[in-house]
Every structure is written in C-alpha cells, then in structure tokens.
C-alpha cells in the first residue's frame, strides 16, 4: 500500500471589474498548485496509485459587455472561461508490459466552492473543469421587476480522453482490441452548443420566480465522452450525442428576522427540473428540491 500525503492546495488569484460610460468588464485568472495525493490515490489498484500527483492548472473567466440608452436597456456581453485539465489515462505499449508500472494522475483544476454556473445542463453541479467555453447573450429588463438574458454557449473539452479504438454499429460501440488497452483513439473535444433563456421577476424584496429553458445542441464530443465532471474526475459520455432540453421553475423566498441580536436572511429555494435525456445518458428526470442558506442582511 502506497504511503498517501495529506492534501495541500494552493490557489492565487486575481480578479478586476469595472464600468467606463456604457461598458462593463470583469476578468479573473487562477493559478493551482499543492500535493495532489487525494486524487493520486484514485488512479491505481488496490491503492498503489500516484504518490507524485500534483495540483498545476491555471483557469480564467472574462466577459466584457455595452448596454445600450434605450428601451429595456438592452446590454449585449460576450465572454469566455478556461478551467485546466489533463488527461494521463493513456497506456502505451512499454506500460502494458511494465508489471510494476505506476499510473499517472489525471489532475484538473479543482473548481473548490465555486459561485459560478455555466449553464443548467452543463454545469448545474458547478463542479465541471478541464473544459474551455465562449458565450454571447444579451440581458433585457422590459420592467422593473422582470429581466431576461438569452445566452448561446459553446463547450470544448481541453484534453480529451484516449478510448479504447472500437467500431460503432446501430449505436454500439464495440472495441476492436478489448484486452489490448494501449490501443486507443482521441475522443472528440467538441461538446456541442447551449442556448439559454432566462426570465426573472421580482415579485418583492423577499420572493423572486425564475424560469430558464435550455437546449443542448450535441457534438461528438457528448457521444464520445472525457471526464469533465467533479474536477474532472468523472466522465460526461453515454449519451449518443444525444440533444436534449431542460426547462426549470424556481421559486426564492427571503426572510428577514433578528436571530441572536443578529438580523439574518434565510432562502428557501425550490425547484422543479425536466430534462430530456440528460447529457449522463439517463432517458428523463424530473426533479424537486430545497435549499436552506442563512446570510448576514
């Protein structure tokens, strides 16, 4: 059994924002560094897995908008993000033969506690990495109360994963060489194209509903499939390249109170999700559930 080190993660990073006249700007970047031995001990049987693995990846998300003087204040945004990644699942033929051959961890930049969501049916979880993405949209507020923003998102995966070389037949597929795994063929890296709606209101200061459809225009690089999720660590594959459709309704609820001379914000969030199939593969789902926060007012 391998000797495991604790985990030591470090992240810097830097972020600027600002407005000039009709122009809006954020950008952020991150570096990562630290013993990765939680993740090392993933990629190896009966824990004999990589002791030298380490956080190293950089990630970044910038996004520049121009709102206009008229109705509804229409602001148009364009953006992108880069969230490192490495795939070192690939076997060669000198490591086949090698019975004392250690693998090599496949480390991505860990998104930790990350407030960012890059869309509902990609990155609801808030935990997909080792992906790069450009969006364009534009935000509407017809009303005070009411907002919309239309988004069309574009996903790649930045190292994608080294599969077993196999042949498709009637949406099979069936590897050519099953006891042969140094034989291989890059996964695509195209993920495919999400267009977004989102609609607010602002019922009060206390209750917000929201509404967001979204469809997922599939690539192969979804049919294929490379590991994206948890940091990734778990793979995005299994649905055929399938689209698919997500509609939600959200409900957000605040309340005001004194707690312990305190005054405090409790939200009480609800959802209800459709979705058909989900990018995992699963044919349906249908969705409830609530989260309760508590945050100084």
């Known amino acids: 059994m391998d000797d495991y ?12 924002q600002g407005a000039w006249t009709s122009w809006d700007h954020h950008a952020e970047v991150a ?10 001990h993933l990629f190896g049987p009966f824990g004999y897995g990589d002791t030298a693995a380490r ?11 121009f709102t206009f003087d008229a ?5 148009v945004f ?3 993000a880069y969230l490192g990644g490495d795939n070192e699942r690939d076997l060669n033929f000198a490591d086949w033969l090698n019975p004392f051959d250690h693998p090599d961890a496949s480390v991505s930049f860990n998104r930790l506690f990350s407030s960012t969501k890059y869309g ?4 609801q979880d808030r935990d997909a990495s080792n992906f790069r993405q450009v969006r364009v949209g534009v935000d509407l507020q017809p009303f005070e109360p009411v907002s919309l923003t239309a988004t069309a998102m574009r996903f790649w995966v930045n190292k994608p994963f080294d599969m077993p070389r196999s042949l498709t037949a009637g949406g099979y597929r069936i590897p050519l060489a099953p006891v042969l795994p140094f034989i291989t063929e890059r996964a695509d ?6 267009t977004s709606l989102d609609l607010r209101y602002r019922y009060s200061e206390e209750l917000e509903f929201r509404l967001v459809a979204e469809y997922l225009f599939a690539e192969d690089g979804l049919g294929d499939g490379s590991f994206v999720y948890n940091n990734g660590l778990a793979f995005n594959g299994g649905s055929d ?3 698919a459709t997500y509609l939600a309704v959200d409900a957000l609820r605040t309340f005001v109170g004194l707690l312990e001379s305190t005054t405090a914000v409790a939200e009480i969030r609800a959802n209800c999700s459709l979705a058909a199939p989900r990018i995992a593969g699963c044919a349906c789902f249908v969705r409830e559930s609530a989260a309760f926060a508590f945050r100084p007012a």
């Open 5 to 16: 080190d604790p985990t030591e993660m470090h992240t810097f990073g830097v972020r600027i």
């Open 31 to 40: 570096y990562q560094t630290g013993n990765a031995d939680s993740v090392g």
């Open 55 to 65: 956080f190293d990846s950089w990630a970044w998300d910038a996004e520049i908008g």
């Open 71 to 75: 109705a509804w204040q229409p602001r």
């Open 78 to 80: 364009v953006g992108g």
């Open 120 to 123: 509902e049916l990609f990155g």
């Open 189 to 194: 890296d195209d993920v495919g194209t999400i």
């Open 241 to 243: 390249s399938d689209n």
